[in-house]
Structures are given as C-alpha cells and as structure tokens.
C-alpha cells in the first residue's frame, strides 16, 4: 500500500508594522542595545498596536496570504490549527475565530498550546490528519501576541519577545517528501522556570493577581538556558542519527528564535556551519509558536525540493522536539 505523507505546499508570514527597538526599549526599562545584542541577540521586535486586534488577527492575515498565494479557495480547507499560547479569549478558540475571518466555512479547527514547541507539535498533529487520507488540505497557524502578556517594567523577559504569524498549507503526497520523521518531549517539572503564574483554572483572575503582576511571562533565565541548549541539541543530533544524516546531508536547520546563544550552541552540537542556519532572532526576537515558520517564509525563495529541512525547538513548561522534513517544492 503506498504511503501517505503531508507535505508543506506553501507559507505565509505576517508581523505588525511597529517596530519596537532597543533604543526605544531603553526609555522604557533599564537596558541598552548593547546589553540586549550581547545576552539575547535580538534589535528590534514587532508589536501588534491597532485598537482592538489580537492573535487572531495576525494569524488570519497570514492565513488569507497563504490562501492567495498558492491559488486556494478557502472552502476547501477542512482543518485549521492554531498553535499559540496567547488565544483571544479562553473560549471560543483562536482556531475558529481565523477560520470565521478567513472565510473557511467547512473547516473546523482547535487550538494547541505547547509554548515556543507549538508549531513543532501542531506540525504532527496536522500530519497525522492528513496521512489518515481523511483530509486534503490543513492549515498550520503559528500565532502569539507576546506583548499581551509581556511586563515592560521587567528588564529580564521584555527584551524577548515580539508579536507574529505564519500559515503553512499542508497537501497529502505519495512521494518522499513532507513529514519524515518526529522526536518529542515534555517534562512538567520545569514548569516552575517559564510559565504564567495566574489567570488559569488552579489562580483565577482577582485583583491580587493583577496586583502582583501574575499575568505576565515568568522566566528563570539561567534555568531554562541550560537546558533549552540540552534538550534542543539532544533531539536534533537524534533526529539526524535516526535517519541517518550527517551535517553535509541537512540543507537547513531551523531552531526556534529565543536566544542567539542557545542557536549557536545547537547549531554546533550538529556540526553546522552558521550559513546553514535560519536565524531572525535579531529583528523579530521570540514570536513563540510563529518563529520557525517565519523563517520558512523569510528563507522560501532558497528553498528547493528535496532540501532536508530539521527543526527544533524548546518550550515553557517544559516542552521540547525536533523534526525531519523534506521540502516539497522549489520555493523560487
């Protein structure tokens, strides 16, 4: 019987005009560009400030960039996931509000939260869909709003993160390309280091917690350091072992933009020199579940049939994977 796997068919990026850099960032809390460049790595990020937009709206302009470009009616999407850790609301999910404004009337869809491994893990859902042969076209959206639940007095976790989406069209195939392989991992132990204290089921919303600013990202640096580098290493050097790839096999890698460090680091752990890898950590810092489709978008044009492709990524919680793709078409 003959394999079906999920190929990515197209993508689409989309960031906010503002741009919020370090200069700017300095008159805000105690910082420097040089301070920022020098432990993080990023120059400026993009914030979402239009009155009355949310994650939604981000993801659903980079869905109707993504329909439009690869020429598909947006009645024929029977899937949309949105993978964010900054949904609108609670309920109804960011999912179906993309798909209401996007126009995708016969899709249904459903968030996934997994932090910064988001996409990673919303890419395997969306596979496993497809290669069911129940569906023909999913849509993958990488969204987070991070200046919704960013303290921009915290000199520690400001600097970090930026706001962005990407879409990618997956499509069923019997040939070798798409989705190959996948190594996942979560270790709730570390949610301690990297979480959102308040506003969930176990610390409900008072005025205690906004008080004590509980509604905002949390983050043991040096922690979650350490053992990003570990774990994001770990599952891309198994990735390539498992299938046999040697770093002159891998076209591109690309790592979730958190840290310039933690990029360079991994980078070579899998013995890549710096030109095979995405990084635009510097000018749109940590957009969350939207990093590693962002650089798929940014770097298309290079990208040919048949490039190994492997991504990585560390999450809050925690949450770490890897994945092995070939590329399924000449993106010039």
């Avoid at 005009?17 to 805000?28: F, G, K, Q």
């Avoid at 190594?183 to 990297?194: N, P, R």
């Avoid at 939207?290 to 049939?305: D, F, G, S, V, Y």
């Avoid at 999450?315 to 070939?326: A, E, H, M, R």
Wanted: net charge negative; hydrophobic share 40%; charged share 25%.
């Amino acid at each position: 019987m003959t394999k079906i796997r999920a190929a990515i068919t197209g993508v689409q990026g989309y960031v906010p005009d503002y741009v919020l850099n370090n200069e700017e960032l300095s008159t805000m809390v105690e910082t420097s560009d040089e301070w920022i460049m020098q432990r993080i790595g990023i120059r400026e990020r993009r914030i979402l400030r239009e009155e009355g937009k949310a994650t939604s709206d981000l993801g659903a302009r980079a869905v109707k960039g993504l329909l439009k470009k690869t020429n598909t009616d947006p009645k024929d999407i029977d899937l949309i996931i949105c993978a964010t850790i900054t949904a609108d609301m609670h309920f109804p999910s960011t999912a179906n509000l993309i798909a209401h404004k996007a126009g995708l009337v016969n899709s249904w869809g459903f968030d996934l939260s997994a932090a910064c491994s988001g996409f990673v893990f919303g890419l395997e859902s969306a596979t496993n869909f497809i290669e069911s042969g129940r569906y023909k076209k999913v849509i993958l959206v990488g969204a987070d709003m991070m200046s919704a639940i960013t303290d921009y007095s915290d000199r520690t976790t400001c600097p970090l993160f930026g706001d962005g989406a990407s879409a990618v069209l997956l499509e069923p195939t019997t040939e070798e390309f798409g989705v190959m392989d996948h190594i996942f991992g979560v270790d709730g132990s570390g949610a301690k280091h990297l979480y959102m204290k308040a506003g969930g089921s176990l610390r409900p919303s008072s005025h205690e917690t906004i008080d004590n600013k509980e509604h905002f990202v949390y983050q043991e640096g040096q922690a979650v350091f350490k053992v990003a580098v570990q774990k994001m290493a770990d599952v891309s050097v198994e990735i390539m072992d498992r299938n046999n790839m040697k770093s002159e096999d891998i076209a591109w890698f690309v790592p979730h933009q958190a840290n310039m460090r933690i990029i360079e680091a991994v980078a070579r752990r899998m013995g890549l020199e710096k030109e095979k890898v995405m990084i635009n950590i510097e000018r749109f810092g940590n957009t969350t579940a939207a990093t590693i489709p962002l650089c798929l978008w940014e770097w298309e044009p290079k990208l040919k049939k048949g490039d190994n492709i492997v991504l990585s990524a560390f999450g809050g919680g925690f949450t770490w994977g890897s994945i092995y793709l070939k590329w399924a078409y000449d993106g010039s």
